[in-house]
């Protein structure tokens, strides 16, 4: 295998540590636009990544010529740049972690890159009369894009790591207009993703999501009302607690954004190295991220270091716990790599990615977290977000709003803003529910950006005297 044979060539050219992965990502998807359908697209890439340490230097090259000339020629280009390297920056090394031989997988039953592009359609025309049906308002504006996808790896380092990978996946994004004459327009961007085959388009609920949202857009338009600015106890649902999860704490505790390796691209982080037994919040927040959740979006077993996945338990009891390391943050910090390093295609570098950050449930229901709620507003999902480059400064603009009486969901109202500091909006959290939800999404990172599959999750939450205004 030429794999193994580059492997040897560097270790023998003075690598301290080299690794192969070749990468194939393979797609097909077909579009809908206002009920017309347009060319579907195919697209497959495939190459190898090469990364090597030397004299405490780390440096990456990639080619998608498989030949052995170019695959030596890449293998020694990394080389010599980590050489180069050497001379003029800090020193950096990798954690010590066991070796693996492992082939897995996501067990599918029909190949999602198989699947026929007028099947792809038939769901998607299915949706989309679906939507139609929706009364009150016209849909003049209606994108409907989703597919399929394959995802095969072969890793190997010189510790003697082999790992062979694939994961399939079906996913899309929705995007509709709702218009009423004299009441204006509103818009909804919906995604979704799992991992498996094309039979997980069946448990999806693309008609009824599609339709229920419709619905609300009409609600929105015709019954919403403009929030009155004030302190408010607030409930959110599982989408906007997905969010606040995933950018105030997944993004905030990514360790190279600490050290800030990410400062020149996605930014940095307000979170510092000694800052771990920090409290950050309330004793009822507890934030993970879980790359094994079965049938995720952001699904994998051994991450693209050879590192088997865990559990990581961010934040416990309002406390951050524990960061999201690769090899090299790890080595740095005194610990061990808790398999967070990805790498979106070939010709990227694995760098720290979140997988599926969620916000652990609690024991209430949405009714009892409402029921405590005299004068407060009911957020189901979020129409935009916005956070600032340390993760620090937040701000969510709600989709689908209602405002709370006397525990009671009343009338609706038109994208009220939560703006606070990402420790105010955890310190106000009291109670959180047990309705557990994950939606997909696309977490970008990177330079050259890496859109990575993720999920993002959370149940119902309730929050203590939150000063909300009108967007």
């Not at 190459?47 to 440096?59: D, E, M, P, S, T």
């Not at 909804?188 to 993703?193: E, K, M, P, T, Y």
């Not at 606040?244 to 020149?264: K, L, P, T, V």
């Not at 993970?288 to 699904?299: K, R, V």
């Amino acid at each position: 295998m030429d794999g193994e044979r580059l492997l040897d060539l560097l270790t023998k050219e003075g690598a301290d540590y080299a690794e192969v992965r070749f990468h194939r990502n393979v797609e097909v998807s077909a579009l809908l636009k206002n009920g017309e359908a347009e060319p579907p697209e195919y697209s497959e890439v495939y190459g190898v990544g090469v990364r090597v340490l030397k004299g405490g230097a780390l440096a990456f090259a990639s080619t998608n010529m498989l030949d052995w000339e170019s695959l030596k020629t890449t293998g020694l280009r990394a080389l010599r740049m980590a050489e180069a390297c050497a001379r003029h920056s800090a020193r950096t090394s990798m954690s010590e972690e066991p070796t693996v031989n492992k082939k897995w997988g996501v067990e599918f039953k029909e190949n999602p890159i198989e699947v026929d592009a007028s099947s792809i359609l038939e769901v998607l025309r299915s949706v989309d009369s679906s939507l139609l049906e929706v009364k009150g308002a016209s849909f003049p504006n209606r994108l409907l894009v989703f597919g399929g996808s394959l995802e095969e790896k072969d890793y190997l380092n010189s510790e003697g790591t082999r790992i062979h990978s694939i994961v399939p996946r079906v996913g899309g994004y929705f995007i509709l207009t709702a218009s009423v004459g004299g009441r204006g327009t509103v818009q909804r961007s919906l995604q979704f993703g799992e991992s498996g085959g094309w039979e997980r388009v069946r448990s999806m609920r693309l008609n009824e999501v599609a339709k229920e949202e419709g619905e609300a857009m009409v609600r929105i338009l015709m019954e919403g009302r403009t929030v009155p600015p004030g302190r408010y106890d607030v409930v959110v649902g599982g989408e906007v607690s997905g969010i606040i999860a995933h950018e105030g704490c997944g993004h905030s505790q990514e360790a190279d954004r600490i050290m800030g390796r990410e400062g020149a691209q996605a930014g940095e982080s307000y979170v510092k190295r000694d800052m771990l037994g920090r409290r950050i919040g309330s004793p009822a927040v507890n934030i993970s991220d879980l790359p094994s959740l079965p049938n995720s979006y952001g699904f994998y077993l051994y991450d693209d270091e050879g590192v088997e996945v865990r559990k990581k338990r961010l934040i416990v009891g309002g406390v951050i716990n524990e960061f999201l390391h690769n090899r090299e943050t790890a080595r740095e910090f005194g610990v061990k790599s808790n398999g967070a390093a990805r790498a979106t295609m070939y010709s990227r570098e694995p760098i720290i990615r979140m997988s599926n950050t969620f916000v652990e449930p609690g024991d209430y229901s949405l009714e009892e977290l409402l029921e405590d709620v005299r004068q407060g507003i009911y957020i189901k999902s979020f129409r935009e977000w916005n956070i600032d480059d340390i993760r620090w400064n937040n701000r969510y603009v709600g989709f689908e709003a209602y405002m709370v009486e006397n525990g009671k969901i009343g009338q609706p109202v038109v994208a009220p803003v939560i703006e606070a500091t990402t420790e105010v909006i955890f310190s106000s959290i009291d109670a959180v529910g047990k309705d557990l939800i994950f939606k997909a999404a696309t977490c970008g990172k990177g330079q050259p950006d890496q859109g990575a599959p993720v999920w993002t999750g959370g149940p119902s939450m309730r929050m203590r005297g939150l000063y909300i205004k009108g967007r």
